[in-house]
């Protein structure tokens, strides 16, 4: 069931690409491409190096940011130990479906356009599928939420077209594929970006922010959050509940894409021991993760005089557990309501879904699956806007101030 939601937030980014925003033409901004290369596939037992090769789609969403919907492939085996303690080497194909953002760093803090050579790191969110080639396997498809870290360095080399460098590290969940904890798939590749716009650099959309100093915020709230193996023991009675704590920053891009990081500490139980009848052990953590918005208020145009803002977003971050120091990757997805109540201020409420390794919760759910451990949190608080808000908020057209 978490499987499915995940991949329905996924969907919903994938879909924004193809959003008609700020008021620009369908094709502005939009660019496909295509690369080939090696791969690395890293686990505990050893190292296998085959192919590699992947198409994409994507769009700039903001001058400084680009957001690709990448299918990326490889054929690889994975060393493992089957279960008669034999060692064996299983061939198996590797799919990894991933939204994939890419910073400019250069547009963010710098006006100078004309430079011949981009360096974009890049960071993502997807689903990996293995479907095992080999008999010996003891199951023949996998299939699991991973992580995306890379950075692609371009250079143009005519109107419309750029070569590029391209390197990325694929972190999935620990035991996929019988592979140990934490598996890696390395891919070093070379590309060709073919981009659907005259410009040799993505233009401004209409309600794009234009200034490095305008449109941040700072937000801080708090409330409750349960910890839940597979939905069970929502009932207060059952004192699997705590409080979440949180402070964020973040930006809005455009009157449609805004992006944040966020701190959070969560009071968590391990699984409720039935056998006891009590909430399973407790224990404290935090959650330091980004977010990409979509602003559903202004999905088709951007509306004067609206004061609440319907967001759903998805994210991924680190996540570490403070009693036994405990590190891991985490996802979120969630749903975030924001009212405008003036200049400066806005106050907000957070509907949120934070699905964690079991290492961090304490154990698996009745499933057994890396991503059986979520908490769901409801949070309130209150945003202070930096600079000039250009993208949140504008009065209608008839307003003028009183006298």
């Given at each position: 069931?978490?499987?499915?939601?995940?991949?329905?937030?996924?969907?919903?980014?994938?879909?924004?690409?193809?959003?008609?925003?700020?008021?620009?033409?369908?094709?502005?901004?939009?660019?496909?491409?295509?690369?080939?290369?090696?791969?690395?596939?890293?686990?505990?037992?050893?190292?296998?190096?085959?192919?590699?090769?992947?198409?994409?789609?994507?769009?700039?969403?903001?001058?400084?940011?680009?957001?690709?919907?990448?299918?990326?492939?490889?054929?690889?085996?994975?060393?493992?130990?089957?279960?008669?303690?034999?060692?064996?080497?299983?061939?198996?194909?590797?799919?990894?479906?991933?939204?994939?953002?890419?910073?400019?760093?250069?547009?963010?803090?710098?006006?100078?356009?004309?430079?011949?050579?981009?360096?974009?790191?890049?960071?993502?969110?997807?689903?990996?599928?293995?479907?095992?080639?080999?008999?010996?396997?003891?199951?023949?498809?996998?299939?699991?939420?991973?992580?995306?870290?890379?950075?692609?360095?371009?250079?143009?080399?005519?109107?419309?077209?750029?070569?590029?460098?391209?390197?990325?590290?694929?972190?999935?969940?620990?035991?996929?594929?019988?592979?140990?904890?934490?598996?890696?798939?390395?891919?070093?590749?070379?590309?060709?970006?073919?981009?659907?716009?005259?410009?040799?650099?993505?233009?401004?959309?209409?309600?794009?922010?234009?200034?490095?100093?305008?449109?941040?915020?700072?937000?801080?709230?708090?409330?409750?959050?349960?910890?839940?193996?597979?939905?069970?023991?929502?009932?207060?009675?059952?004192?699997?509940?705590?409080?979440?704590?949180?402070?964020?920053?973040?930006?809005?891009?455009?009157?449609?894409?805004?992006?944040?990081?966020?701190?959070?500490?969560?009071?968590?139980?391990?699984?409720?021991?039935?056998?006891?009848?009590?909430?399973?052990?407790?224990?404290?953590?935090?959650?330091?993760?980004?977010?990409?918005?979509?602003?559903?208020?202004?999905?088709?145009?951007?509306?004067?005089?609206?004061?609440?803002?319907?967001?759903?977003?998805?994210?991924?971050?680190?996540?570490?557990?403070?009693?036994?120091?405990?590190?891991?990757?985490?996802?979120?997805?969630?749903?975030?309501?924001?009212?405008?109540?003036?200049?400066?201020?806005?106050?907000?409420?957070?509907?949120?879904?934070?699905?964690?390794?079991?290492?961090?919760?304490?154990?698996?759910?009745?499933?057994?699956?890396?991503?059986?451990?979520?908490?769901?949190?409801?949070?309130?608080?209150?945003?202070?806007?930096?600079?000039?808000?250009?993208?949140?908020?504008?009065?209608?057209?008839?307003?003028?101030p009183e006298p």
């Amino acid at each position: 069931m978490k499987k499915l939601l995940s991949a329905a937030l996924f969907l919903l980014m994938a879909s924004g690409v193809m959003a008609q925003v700020g008021g620009s033409p369908f094709g502005a901004n939009m660019f496909v491409t295509g690369q080939a290369g090696a791969s690395f596939y890293m686990t505990e037992l050893g190292t296998h190096q085959s192919f590699a090769g992947g198409i994409g789609f994507g769009k700039w969403i903001a001058e400084p940011l680009a957001l690709r919907i990448n299918v990326d492939l490889a054929t690889s085996q994975s060393p493992r130990i089957l279960d008669d303690n034999q060692r064996a080497n299983i061939l198996g194909n590797y799919t990894f479906g991933t939204a994939e953002f890419l910073w400019d760093f250069n547009a963010t803090f710098s006006r100078v356009r004309n430079w011949r050579v981009h360096c974009y790191p890049m960071l993502g969110l997807g689903i990996v599928w293995r479907d095992s080639l080999a008999a010996a396997s003891s199951n023949g498809v996998d299939h699991e939420v991973q992580f995306m870290f890379g950075a692609q360095a371009n250079v143009r080399l005519a109107k419309g077209w750029l070569f590029y460098l391209e390197s990325k590290m694929f972190l999935m969940p620990a035991d996929f594929d019988g592979a140990g904890r934490h598996p890696m798939m390395n891919m070093t590749t070379l590309g060709v970006t073919r981009n659907f716009f005259e410009s040799p650099f993505h233009r401004r959309t209409e309600f794009e922010s234009r200034e490095v100093s305008e449109d941040w915020f700072f937000g801080i709230g708090i409330g409750p959050n349960i910890s839940t193996f597979d939905l069970m023991y929502l009932n207060p009675k059952y004192g699997m509940w705590g409080v979440a704590p949180e402070i964020m920053f973040g930006r809005n891009l455009t009157e449609f894409w805004t992006i944040r990081f966020q701190l959070n500490g969560i009071s968590g139980h391990e699984r409720y021991d039935t056998v006891e009848n009590h909430p399973g052990k407790s224990y404290t953590f935090a959650n330091l993760h980004a977010d990409l918005m979509v602003n559903l208020t202004h999905a088709v145009k951007f509306t004067r005089g609206v004061r609440l803002n319907v967001m759903p977003y998805i994210g991924a971050g680190m996540v570490w557990r403070f009693d036994n120091i405990e590190f891991d990757m985490a996802a979120d997805f969630g749903l975030f309501f924001r009212y405008y109540v003036n200049r400066r201020s806005d106050l907000y409420a957070d509907l949120k879904y934070l699905m964690v390794p079991t290492p961090i919760g304490g154990g698996p759910g009745p499933s057994g699956k890396f991503y059986s451990v979520g908490l769901p949190s409801f949070t309130v608080g209150y945003i202070y806007n930096f600079g000039t808000s250009t993208t949140r908020y504008r009065q209608p057209l008839n307003w003028c101030p009183e006298p």
